[in-house]
Structures are given as structure tokens and as C-alpha cells.
């Protein structure tokens, strides 16, 4: 746990943010604090201990509640991911974290272990049923506001605005404007978290691989999600960089994925070196794409380059 909270970004449309206001009124906890709470909480790369008396002490030490619940409530409705260090600790994440703070270069570098690929998948799936959720509340909230209950709240009686039931307007191309925009939105909601789930698998590919992470190659990578760039190639990437010797390796690996993928010039995996050794070294080459998060096929040739360069290396 930090020694002392870090001061952080909140942009203005987190305060618009449909879901997490839906799950909060769900609950009955305050999850949008709390939330705001966390980032004050985690360390650069958005991760903590989890650890809910110490949590609220930090961010709620007023409120008369258990904050295990709210860390909860925020995790199976997609805001954190919950998941264990290789030691064993549970550990707590922000997935947008590193896509909404500008960190200082100076903050000491986490040293808290990152989810793994299983851990962001499931993280996937409960944001995505949590947007599905939050949907269907937003809906029955509307269906719940009939033009019944609407005049039974006003009242029918006598007087001079309860004589008659006021004639509800029919819907305007402003609703439907409304509507609109607001589809737009959770389109856009949907994309910045394939993004961030994007820009988590390519950090984890970059640490795994001994790459150090700086702030220039923090937003090269989320730079790269955003251009759609897949795991696959950015672990290409790097083993270019290897086999090429590259001095600054995230830079070469990050600049070299980025023009693949602008271009559409990404060369196939070949054995132009292949030798008597090949196949040990595919073998190899396999396990450490396997390891970073990448899938190679089996039949697919890949550039041969030493697996105890890639392994062993030292870091950029």
C-alpha cells in the first residue's frame, strides 16, 4: 500500500459516466467515490493491494460501511480487476489507468506484478455484461415512467394545474437526436475498452520481454493499440529488434509495429536462417512468444533469432 496517496487526473467524463452511475444507484454504495478514491491509491501502472480496511481508511475513513463491498461491486461490474500475484497476493487494477493519467516521470516504478492474459479476458467479459447490465437498468427505468404513473404523480383532482391530464407530447426529433448521441456513445465506450484490453496485452508482451517501461514507451504502446496493433505482431516486433541488435529496443520494436500496421507491411515469420538448429530454436521461440501473450501456430517459420537474446538480454 502507497505511503501517501498520489495526486491523479479525473476527467470531466468520468463524472457522465452512465454506467458507473447506474451501478452505483444499484448498489446503494458510493462506487463513484470510491473509484475517483483508487486512482489516488494505485501505483503508476494502476494496480494496489487489495486490501479493503486499509482502502477505506485512505479513501472513505468516514463512512459507516464495509469496503470490501464497494471493491467488489466495482470489480464484477468491469471497473477493477481483482486477481492474485504469482506470490499468492491479492492485487487490485484499474484497466483504463495508464490510458486517462499523465504519471510523473519521477514516481517509482510498480512493483506489483501485472494481471495476466486470464485475468484481463475475464475482466472483458464482466465489463461487457456490466455495459449489458447497465443497459437493461437505464431501460426498465424508462419502462417504470409510464404516462399512468406520471399523472398519478401529478394528481387529477380540482384545481388549476390538477383540472386535466396534461397531453404527453409525442417524441420529437430531439429524443431521437438524444438517442442517438447516446448510442453513439456506448460505441464509443465499447472501443476505448477493446483498447485498453489492447494496451494491457502489449505493456504485459513489453515487460515480460525486459523492455523498461518509460512514460515515452508507455503512450508509444498505447499509441500502437489504438492503431489497432495486435500482440502477435508487436512480439514480432521485438524480436526484430533482437535479431537486428537495436540499442533502444522499445523504440525499434514500437516504431517498427507502427509502420507495419500503417503500411500493411509486416513481413511473414520466415527460417531464411534456418540451419541444423532450427527447429530447437523454434521450439524455444515458441514458448517465449506463449509467455508474452502471443500465439504462434505450430507450421508458422519465425525469424531466427537466439532465444537466450530475447530471454537474457539486457533490458532497453
Not at 449489458?132 to 398519478?152: F, I, K, M
Not at 407530447?169 to 430531439?174: A, L, Q, Y
Request: aromatic share 6%; proline share 5%; glycine share 8%.
Amino acid at each position: 500500500m502507497n505511503d501517501m496517496a498520489r495526486i491523479r487526473t479525473v476527467k470531466p467524463k468520468l463524472f457522465t459516466h452512465e454506467a458507473l452511475f447506474d451501478a452505483e444507484h444499484e448498489c446503494g454504495l458510493p462506487l463513484r467515490l470510491a473509484f475517483i478514491g483508487l486512482f489516488t491509491e494505485a501505483d503508476r501502472e494502476g494496480r494496489f493491494q487489495w486490501r479493503p480496511r486499509t482502502l477505506k481508511a485512505a479513501i472513505l475513513p468516514f463512512d459507516d460501511l464495509d469496503f470490501s463491498r464497494v471493491l467488489d461491486a466495482l470489480a464484477t461490474r468491469g471497473f477493477l480487476v481483482k486477481y492474485a500475484s504469482r506470490s499468492g497476493e491479492v492485487l487490485g487494477a484499474i484497466p483504463t489507468f495508464r490510458h486517462h493519467q499523465a504519471i510523473n516521470n519521477k514516481e517509482q516504478a510498480s512493483e506489483l506484478d501485472a494481471p495476466s492474459a486470464e485475468d484481463i479476458a475475464t475482466w472483458r467479459t464482466l465489463a461487457g455484461q456490466g455495459n449489458a447490465d447497465a443497459l437493461r437498468t437505464r431501460e426498465s427505468r424508462v419502462t417504470h415512467a409510464s404516462p399512468g404513473r406520471l399523472r398519478n404523480s401529478r394528481g387529477e383532482g380540482k384545481g388549476k394545474e390538477g383540472s386535466k391530464p396534461k397531453t404527453l407530447k409525442p417524441k420529437t426529433e430531439g429524443s431521437s437526436s438524444s438517442r442517438q448521441q447516446t448510442s453513439r456513445a456506448r460505441t464509443r465506450h465499447g472501443d476505448d475498452d477493446r483498447r485498453d484490453e489492447t494496451t494491457l496485452a502489449l505493456r504485459k508482451i513489453a515487460e515480460e520481454a525486459g523492455l523498461r517501461l518509460t512514460p515515452k514507451t508507455a503512450n508509444g504502446i498505447e499509441a500502437a493499440a489504438a492503431e489497432g496493433v495486435t500482440s502477435a505482431s508487436f512480439a514480432h516486433a521485438i524480436a526484430a529488434a533482437v535479431e537486428h541488435g537495436a540499442h533502444d529496443r522499445a523504440a525499434y520494436a514500437l516504431k517498427t509495429v507502427r509502420a507495419w500496421q500503417a503500411e500493411g507491411s509486416e513481413p511473414p515469420l520466415n527460417g531464411r536462417h534456418a540451419g541444423p538448429r532450427f527447429d530447437e530454436k523454434n521450439e524455444d521461440r515458441k514458448r517465449w512468444m506463449a509467455e508474452i501473450g502471443a500465439h504462434a501456430d505450430d507450421d508458422m517459420p519465425t525469424i531466427d533469432v537466439e532465444a537466450t537474446e530475447v530471454l537474457h538480454g539486457p533490458r532497453s
